[in-house]
């Protein structure tokens, strides 16, 4: 058994009173989701907060999934298992699902959250790609009241967020824009493992040419960000084979991963190419399965 | 004789009830099926104090200074010890399993990451895990050995400058087979082929990690230890030699095991820490390991880097196979293997051909890597050698454009070749490899398989069939050849009937798994007509069971299963007279019918095992000369070893665009010779095959070139799960082995033997469109995508 350093503990009963613990702590407190990843870390002391501010009993008020007419939200509490069970969720955008059913295991999709993995800014993470493909925007609430963010600024960098010391991520916004579809792919060398490199796609079709199309990458640099070049390259055409294999080109040429245990560089920007076309084709297919 | 079957039938038909052989459903699982095993971890003892270990965060360095004074101030510390401390009592270095020494702590330098440098006995789990961090040592860091093929360069740095006069990093070289005779062959042979095969460094990941718990009784000087052990009794002879203890007042406890797989053979630092810690303190210690320490720090196998060399007539009549093999064991040589065997059983890399001439040359070097070569579920090293044969048998394939089933049929040791000696000197037992080939082509329709291949292949998509032929040699083993340290490989069994006609069988042999409570019972059961749940099966407690060298390399059933048998019949021996006073008829005219004697051509007059069991303790008068109670004991020294075979066919598809295997299809049609229980047969086999998968396409343990272990979690370390596994077909055939008293022979790892190079072998066969004709494991997709690029690289 590995087991962490020792620490205080404090169950937060409200957003307010969470954020007062973080005032009141400062930098040494740190607040606890599912802690599929915030545990791990501590067992193997790699983090040893002196606080930890347990959010779990605020799933009733951050635990949703909202779908409105223009806008989906979600709560920062909501589970990896709510996002994959959620047919609402993935009536508008499927590409949850299938993100969902490649993340992990049941046994952490049971706890993890949809905040939690946003705030762990993981390069590997997968709901951060979902978020970047869809442009979606992130609600932080401190003492002040509420700001809301692009993904773009919400990520700093790897680990790395625009959530301040006395800060919290409390929802996800994502824009509902009609004649869209959206898919996500990812290769991994064992169920339950992180990406070696994972893929979303996001198109919009209006009378049969592409009127806007997102990608996220997971798992091929420091941070998940869009790749406006590739939306550029795709806005205004036809959907096709060749036009799936030019956008596939440019995201493998903007992703800057590296050589590990997963993978190679080369084969990893290999993927990069496959998997944005694999994605983009799905996503078109879905629209016109649709329609 | 071979005999095949039909395939098993389904889960309903697993529980007969056999008053002998046959499928029952294992005893032992209601209790773990319920959360009731009892393992080490679960031994709670009043006053027990915890023992955590500070390791070394480097792979070479030479320790400058220790200071420990701020753990030692911690108030639930009990005990800071260091390798210094150890050297004042002695025990600072202990012997390894093969001759070398390993540090208990290190004193000088440390040898790789992971290493033991200090410990600590504190009042609870916690804060003796705390109390390490308040260690301060100072390191001067050396050169790491890492590639193990500069491991004798000149200028690598000596990593064991402990042993006298020590200039470079050699360990051994060893050889077998006739190289002249070899060279002959092969510079005749129409056809040569060779290639650079790599079997990494792999790890058996246990559910259960190691660990343990020391009660040092002062006041009679008593040691009492409940361990993750393997093998308790070699354990108990070891602690005694090693710490100068008396034998008689050690007690090893294996309790329940949660897998060992080859890791719990050997013993480690952590184990004598623990004692220590308990002699110094007076408290029962416990120790018990995490993730990170197990997969870094215990017993590693595999690890070879082989080139291997084929010779052949253009039309496939193998003729040599020869190989040299640079082995890599880490910082101690820590092999676990009978000492005469240094490689373990590698000399059957002939596999299952009739050869003309075969030599291997090996080379063991010293690496800054963690010490071990344990036969993880390899029977000693078999998985190295029957990977080697069965993938270089299919580079031979594919250069003569030949069907590898065709070729390896044309090659097989003819039924009437048996007792078969290769020529690496192994005598094989008994073995008809072609029905069990045939049966299972036929399994998986196979003529069929290469159709659809075909039409795949036409098509551009990647489907890959691949073949493996083994033959296992298991159940160390006969005395005279094969020792551990000394003690040789013979065990020991009794069987008492108790006056109501139940019984109790002990043995030396400790199950991880593998349900010996079940089979040994129905061995016994066999035997005398007790039913199985009449027969209790006690093992893992050196105080309850006859002396011997535990369970791995497949050795309980060959060694342990044949004590049982014997020790059996000889009660059964002694019962048959006792019948014959209560029959009032002479021995020779009672027929055993399973459970009863009977008067012959009378079978009215009988009286039942039960019945003689009371009449043994009863008041009444025996036979002259015999002795009341019925009981017997045993030691089976085994005549040889039992060789077991098998084959197997994988089908894999590949996606060509992202170059993820699946695995689609396995077949495994296994021959153990007689079959004791066929659903624990399975189970094994199931186990094993899991293991290849693992090991062919995920698993390993690699290091950066500064030595940092770079499979220190299960998140880095990968084992397979449900979702890479097909559902598994299995078959099998029947060829006893002559020698052994039921006929039975090993299978607990028959499969983790068979399965990698048939997958491996698929995989290549389905990278054939892109010329590859060998890739090496594990292959992840980076690595296949690498292979269907023409640029396929060594893992190491
Ligand atoms: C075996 C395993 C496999 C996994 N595989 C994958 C995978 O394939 N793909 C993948 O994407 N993920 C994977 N994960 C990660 C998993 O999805 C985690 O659950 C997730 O990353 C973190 O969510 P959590 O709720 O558990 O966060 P926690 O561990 O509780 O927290 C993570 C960090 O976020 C902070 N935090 C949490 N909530 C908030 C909030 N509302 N506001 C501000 N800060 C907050 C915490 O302080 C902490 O720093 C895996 C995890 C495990 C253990």
């Given at each position: 058994m590995?087991?962490?350093?020792?620490?205080?503990?404090?169950?937060?009963t409200?957003?307010?009173?969470?954020?007062?613990?973080l005032?009141?702590?400062g930098g040494?407190a740190?607040?606890?989701?599912?802690?599929?990843s915030?545990?791990?870390?501590?067992k193997?002391?790699?983090?040893?907060?002196e606080?930890?501010?347990?959010i779990n009993d605020?799933?009733?008020?951050?635990?949703?999934?909202r779908?409105?007419?223009?806008?989906v939200?979600?709560?920062a509490?909501?589970?990896?298992r709510e996002l994959?069970e959620?047919g609402?969720?993935?009536e508008?955008?499927p590409?949850?699902?299938?993100a969902?059913r490649?993340i992990a295991?049941?046994?952490?999709?049971?706890r993890g959250?949809?905040g939690g993995?946003l705030?762990?800014?993981?390069?590997?993470?997968?709901?951060?790609?979902v978020?970047?493909t869809?442009?979606?925007?992130?609600?932080?609430?401190?003492?002040?009241?509420?700001?809301?963010?692009?993904m773009?600024?919400?990520y700093?960098?790897p680990y790395?967020t625009?959530?301040?010391?006395a800060?919290?991520?409390?929802?996800?916004?994502i824009?509902?824009?009609?004649g869209?579809?959206s898919?996500?792919e990812?290769?991994?060398?064992?169920?339950?493992d992180w990406?070696?490199?994972?893929?979303g796609?996001?198109?919009?079709?209006d009378?049969g040419?592409?009127?806007?199309a997102?990608v996220?990458?997971?798992a091929?640099?420091p941070?998940?960000t869009?790749?406006?070049a590739?939306?550029d390259?795709?806005?205004g055409?036809?959907?096709?084979e060749?036009l799936?294999?030019?956008?596939g080109?440019?995201?493998?040429?903007?992703?800057?991963p590296?050589?590990?245990?997963?993978?190679?560089?080369?084969?990893?920007?290999?993927?990069?190419?496959?998997?944005?076309r694999?994605?983009?084709?799905?996503s078109?297919?879905?629209?016109n399965?649709?329609? | 004789?071979t005999t095949t079957?039909?395939?098993?039938?389904?889960?309903e038909?697993?529980?007969?009830k056999?008053?002998?052989?046959?499928?029952?459903?294992?005893?032992?699982d209601?209790?773990?099926?319920?959360g009731?095993?009892?393992?080490?971890d679960d031994?709670?003892l009043?006053?027990?104090?915890?023992?955590?270990?500070?390791r070394?965060?480097?792979?070479?360095?030479r320790?400058?200074?220790?200071?420990?004074?701020?753990?030692?101030?911690h108030?639930?510390?009990?005990?800071?010890v260091?390798?210094?401390?150890?050297?004042?009592?002695?025990?600072?270095w202990?012997?390894?399993?093969?001759?070398?020494?390993?540090?208990?702590?290190?004193?000088?330098?440390?040898?790789?990451q992971?290493?033991?440098?200090?410990?600590?006995?504190?009042e609870?789990?916690?804060?003796a895990r705390?109390?390490?961090?308040?260690?301060?040592v100072?390191y001067?860091?050396?050169?790491?050995?890492?590639d193990?093929?500069?491991?004798l360069d000149?200028?690598?740095?000596?990593i064991?400058d402990?042993?006298d006069?020590?200039?470079?990093n050699?360990?051994?070289d060893?050889e077998?087979?006739?190289e002249?005779?070899?060279?002959?062959?092969f510079?005749?042979?129409d056809v040569?082929v060779?290639?650079?095969i790599v079997?990494p460094?792999v790890?058996p990941?246990p559910?259960?990690?190691?660990?343990?718990?020391?009660?040092y009784?002062?006041?009679d000087s008593r040691?009492t230890?409940w361990s993750?052990?393997?093998?308790?009794?070699?354990?108990?002879?070891?602690y005694?030699?090693?710490?100068?203890?008396?034998e008689?007042?050690?007690?090893?406890?294996?309790?329940?095991?949660?897998?060992?797989f080859?890791?719990?053979?050997p013993?480690?630092?952590g184990?004598?820490?623990?004692?220590?810690?308990?002699?110094?303190?007076?408290?029962p210690v416990k120790w018990?390991?995490?993730?990170?320490?197990?997969?870094t720090?215990t017993?590693?196998a595999?690890?070879?880097?082989m080139?291997?060399?084929?010779a052949?007539?253009?039309d496939?009549?193998?003729?040599a196979?020869?190989?040299n093999?640079?082995?890599?064991?880490?910082a101690f040589?820590?092999v676990?293997?009978?000492v005469?065997y240094?490689?373990g059983?590698?000399g059957?890399?002939?596999?299952s051909?009739?050869?003309?001439?075969a030599?291997?040359k090996?080379?063991?070097v010293?690496?800054?890597?963690?010490?071990?070569?344990v036969?993880?579920?390899?029977?000693?090293?078999?998985?190295?050698a029957v990977?080697?044969?069965?993938?270089?048998?299919d580079c031979l394939?594919?250069?003569?454009?030949?069907?590898?089933v065709?070729?390896r049929m044309?090659?097989f040791?003819q039924?009437?070749?048996?007792?078969?000696r290769?020529?690496?000197?192994?005598v094989?037992?008994?073995?008809?490899y072609?029905?069990?080939?045939?049966k299972?082509?036929?399994?998986?329709?196979?003529?069929?398989?290469?159709?659809?291949?075909?039409?795949?292949r036409?098509?551009?998509?990647?489907?890959g069939?691949g073949?493996?032929f083994?033959?296992?040699?298991?159940?160390?083993g006969?005395r005279?050849?094969?020792?551990?340290?000394?003690?040789g490989m013979?065990d020991g069994?009794?069987?008492?009937v108790h006056?109501t006609?139940?019984a109790?069988?002990?043995?030396?042999?400790?199950?991880?798994g593998?349900g010996?409570?079940?089979?040994f019972?129905?061995?016994?059961a066999?035997?005398?007509?007790?039913p199985?749940?009449?027969?209790?099966?006690?093992?893992?407690d050196?105080d309850?069971?006859p002396?011997?060298?535990?369970?791995y390399?497949?050795?309980?059933?060959p060694v342990?299963?044949?004590?049982?048998?014997?020790v059996?019949?000889?009660v059964?021996?002694?019962?048959?007279i006792i019948?014959?006073?209560?029959l009032?008829?002479?021995v020779?005219?009672l027929?055993?019918?399973k459970?009863?004697?009977?008067?012959?051509g009378?079978?009215g007059?009988s009286?039942?095992?039960?019945?003689?069991a009371?009449?043994?303790?009863?008041?009444?008068?025996?036979p002259?000369?015999?002795e009341?109670?019925?009981e017997?004991?045993i030691c089976?020294?085994?005549?040889?070893?039992?060789?077991?075979?098998?084959?197997?066919?994988?089908v894999v598809?590949?996606?060509?665009?992202t170059?993820q295997?699946?695995?689609r299809?396995f077949?495994?049609?296994?021959?153990?010779?007689t079959?004791?229980n066929?659903?624990?047969?399975?189970g094994?086999?199931?186990?094993?095959?899991t293991?290849g998968v693992?090991?062919?396409?995920?698993?390993?343990?690699?290091?950066?070139e500064d030595?940092?272990?770079l499979g220190?979690?299960?998140?880095?370390?990968?084992?397979?799960?449900?979702?890479e596994?097909?559902?598994w077909?299995?078959g099998?055939t029947v060829t006893?082995?002559p020698?052994?008293?039921?006929?039975?022979k090993g299978?607990?790892?028959?499969a983790?033997?068979?399965?990698?190079?048939a997958i491996?072998?698929?995989?290549?066969?389905?990278?054939?469109?892109?010329?590859v004709?060998?890739?090496?494991?594990?292959l992840?997709p980076?690595?296949?995508?690498?292979?269907m690029?023409?640029?396929?690289r060594?893992?190491?």
């Amino acid at each position: 058994m590995q087991v962490p350093a020792p620490v205080e503990y404090e169950r937060a009963t409200s957003v307010d009173h969470a954020i007062g613990l973080l005032e009141r702590l400062g930098g040494s407190a740190r607040i606890v989701a599912g802690g599929h990843s915030l545990l791990p870390m501590m067992k193997l002391r790699l983090a040893s907060p002196e606080y930890l501010i347990d959010i779990n009993d605020l799933h009733g008020e951050l635990g949703y999934i909202r779908v409105e007419q223009t806008e989906v939200r979600i709560g920062a509490m909501t589970r990896h298992r709510e996002l994959l069970e959620s047919g609402e969720l993935a009536e508008v955008f499927p590409v949850f699902r299938d993100a969902e059913r490649v993340i992990a295991d049941p046994v952490v999709r049971n706890r993890g959250t949809l905040g939690g993995s946003l705030c762990q800014a993981d390069p590997s993470e997968d709901l951060s790609a979902v978020c970047t493909t869809l442009g979606a925007s992130c609600v932080i609430r401190g003492g002040a009241g509420e700001r809301v963010v692009t993904m773009e600024e919400f990520y700093r960098g790897p680990y790395e967020t625009a959530v301040e010391d006395a800060e919290m991520l409390v929802e996800i916004r994502i824009p509902v824009r009609p004649g869209g579809s959206s898919a996500y792919e990812k290769v991994e060398r064992r169920a339950g493992d992180w990406a070696i490199v994972s893929a979303g796609a996001a198109v919009w079709l209006d009378g049969g040419v592409i009127a806007d199309a997102r990608v996220g990458l997971a798992a091929v640099g420091p941070n998940t960000t869009g790749l406006p070049a590739v939306s550029d390259a795709l806005r205004g055409r036809e959907p096709s084979e060749e036009l799936y294999e030019h956008a596939g080109t440019l995201a493998a040429e903007a992703c800057s991963p590296v050589t590990d245990m997963r993978g190679s560089a080369d084969y990893k920007r290999h993927l990069a190419r496959e998997l944005t076309r694999r994605a983009l084709r799905r996503s078109v297919a879905r629209i016109n399965e649709r329609d | 004789m071979t005999t095949t079957d039909e395939r098993p039938a389904g889960f309903e038909n697993n529980d007969h009830k056999p008053i002998g052989h046959g499928r029952m459903l294992r005893k032992e699982d209601p209790r773990f099926i319920r959360g009731k095993g009892n393992y080490v971890d679960d031994v709670q003892l009043p006053g027990m104090l915890h023992c955590a270990i500070l390791r070394s965060p480097v792979a070479h360095a030479r320790i400058v200074s220790i200071d420990t004074s701020a753990a030692e101030a911690h108030p639930k510390v009990k005990a800071v010890v260091t390798g210094a401390a150890l050297t004042g009592l002695g025990l600072a270095w202990m012997p390894t399993l093969s001759g070398d020494v390993q540090s208990v702590l290190a004193t000088d330098k440390v040898r790789f990451q992971g290493q033991e440098v200090a410990f600590v006995v504190a009042e609870d789990r916690y804060a003796a895990r705390d109390a390490l961090e308040l260690i301060d040592v100072e390191y001067d860091l050396l050169d790491p050995v890492i590639d193990v093929r500069m491991a004798l360069d000149p200028s690598a740095p000596v990593i064991r400058d402990d042993l006298d006069g020590k200039q470079n990093n050699h360990i051994f070289d060893w050889e077998t087979g006739d190289e002249a005779a070899t060279e002959a062959v092969f510079a005749s042979a129409d056809v040569v082929v060779s290639e650079d095969i790599v079997y990494p460094r792999v790890h058996p990941a246990p559910m259960e990690t190691c660990g343990c718990v020391a009660d040092y009784d002062r006041i009679d000087s008593r040691l009492t230890l409940w361990s993750t052990s393997q093998a308790p009794h070699a354990h108990r002879t070891l602690y005694a030699i090693v710490a100068g203890l008396p034998e008689h007042k050690i007690r090893v406890i294996s309790p329940d095991i949660g897998g060992g797989f080859g890791g719990k053979v050997p013993i480690y630092p952590g184990y004598v820490c623990a004692i220590v810690g308990s002699i110094v303190t007076g408290k029962p210690v416990k120790w018990m390991e995490d993730r990170s320490e197990n997969l870094t720090s215990t017993g590693f196998a595999r690890d070879y880097i082989m080139r291997g060399e084929i010779a052949a007539t253009r039309d496939g009549k193998i003729l040599a196979v020869r190989t040299n093999v640079l082995a890599d064991h880490g910082a101690f040589n820590g092999v676990a293997a009978p000492v005469k065997y240094p490689a373990g059983f590698f000399g059957v890399f002939t596999g299952s051909y009739d050869l003309q001439a075969a030599y291997c040359k090996m080379t063991a070097v010293y690496t800054n890597k963690a010490p071990g070569g344990v036969a993880y579920a390899c029977s000693f090293r078999i998985t190295e050698a029957v990977y080697l044969i069965e993938r270089i048998v299919d580079c031979l394939a594919y250069e003569l454009e030949m069907d590898p089933v065709e070729l390896r049929m044309r090659n097989f040791i003819q039924p009437d070749q048996f007792p078969y000696r290769t020529k690496t000197g192994w005598v094989y037992d008994s073995g008809d490899y072609e029905p069990t080939m045939r049966k299972a082509l036929e399994l998986a329709g196979y003529d069929e398989l290469r159709r659809e291949q075909a039409e795949r292949r036409a098509r551009g998509e990647l489907m890959g069939i691949g073949v493996s032929f083994f033959t296992e040699a298991v159940g160390a083993g006969p005395r005279k050849d094969m020792d551990i340290l000394g003690l040789g490989m013979a065990d020991g069994c009794e069987l008492r009937v108790h006056p109501t006609g139940k019984a109790v069988v002990r043995l030396s042999v400790q199950s991880q798994g593998q349900g010996h409570e079940t089979t040994f019972a129905q061995i016994v059961a066999e035997e005398i007509g007790i039913p199985p749940a009449d027969i209790d099966v006690v093992h893992g407690d050196t105080d309850q069971t006859p002396f011997g060298l535990g369970t791995y390399g497949s050795r309980s059933t060959p060694v342990s299963g044949a004590a049982a048998a014997l020790v059996a019949r000889k009660v059964r021996d002694k019962a048959r007279i006792i019948a014959s006073g209560m029959l009032e008829v002479s021995v020779a005219d009672l027929e055993w019918v399973k459970g009863a004697f009977h008067v012959k051509g009378d079978p009215g007059k009988s009286v039942t095992i039960q019945d003689i069991a009371m009449r043994a303790h009863g008041a009444g008068d025996l036979p002259e000369g015999i002795e009341g109670g019925l009981e017997a004991q045993i030691c089976y020294n085994p005549e040889n070893l039992t060789y077991p075979h098998g084959a197997y066919i994988c089908v894999v598809d590949i996606d060509p665009g992202t170059a993820q295997v699946k695995v689609r299809r396995f077949v495994a049609v296994d021959d153990c010779g007689t079959r004791i229980n066929p659903m624990i047969i399975e189970g094994q086999v199931h186990r094993g095959l899991t293991d290849g998968v693992g090991m062919a396409l995920m698993e390993m343990i690699a290091f950066d070139e500064d030595g940092n272990c770079l499979g220190g979690s299960l998140m880095d370390y990968l084992i397979p799960t449900a979702l890479e596994v097909p559902d598994w077909e299995t078959g099998f055939t029947v060829t006893p082995s002559p020698h052994h008293p039921i006929g039975a022979k090993g299978v607990g790892e028959s499969a983790t033997v068979g399965s990698p190079p048939a997958i491996v072998n698929a995989v290549v066969d389905a990278l054939k469109p892109f010329g590859v004709r060998h890739a090496d494991m594990p292959l992840t997709p980076s690595r296949v995508w690498d292979a269907m690029r023409g640029v396929p690289r060594p893992p190491i």
